[in-house]
């Protein structure tokens, strides 16, 4: 079994890593972009491991899924309309509401990096523009697996709430 002190060590050895990476220059700061280029770079078990930490003990975490309703395991109704991929029609009305926000967050949220975005910026002159091009261009990569929930919870993170009213009205 091993000890809390090498466990400590494997995690440490992580995460100089990581800053290594992140912060190839050694200011003492990452990015949200150079923490995601970093992120991509590494095989999937590593950043698994990197970023899978628990913040609660499974008995608290166990109890408190019992309480909250987004744990709930009842059929939504909304559910269909949160598993469909948005059409154009949604992801013009979310771009007409992001247009004169922090997109580029957005865009990082979709796993987009800065160089993809400034390309969309240096593609399309109108902001509007823009974002209907990540959205459509994240719709296209993800496939089926671009849906509605899924824009919505990037939009909800990014403090986008009105977005997501009208993604999913």
């Not at 008995?59 to 598993?83: C, G, I, V, W, Y």
């Amino acid at each position: 079994m091993l000890s809390f002190f090498s466990i400590k060590q494997n995690i440490d050895s992580v995460v100089n890593t990581l800053y290594k990476m992140m912060d190839p220059k050694n200011k003492g700061t990452i990015t949200e972009a150079s923490f995601v280029k970093a992120c991509r770079e590494l095989p999937p078990s590593t950043l698994e491991s990197a970023l899978n930490f628990e913040l609660l003990p499974s008995n608290m975490r166990q109890e408190l899924h019992s309480k909250l309703p987004e744990f709930d395991n009842t059929p939504d109704p909304r559910s269909s309309a949160e598993r469909a991929v948005p059409g154009d029609g949604a992801l013009k009305r979310v771009a007409d509401k992001v247009k004169s926000r922090d997109w580029d967050r957005l865009a990082n949220k979709l796993n987009f990096d800065s160089e993809e975005i400034n390309k969309f910026k240096s593609q399309h002159r109108d902001p509007e523009d823009q974002v209907y091009a990540m959205l459509r261009s994240w719709r296209a990569q993800e496939g089926s697996l671009a849906q509605a929930s899924v824009l919505a919870r990037a939009l909800r993170d990014c403090r986008m709430d009105d977005a997501v009213a009208v993604l999913l009205p």
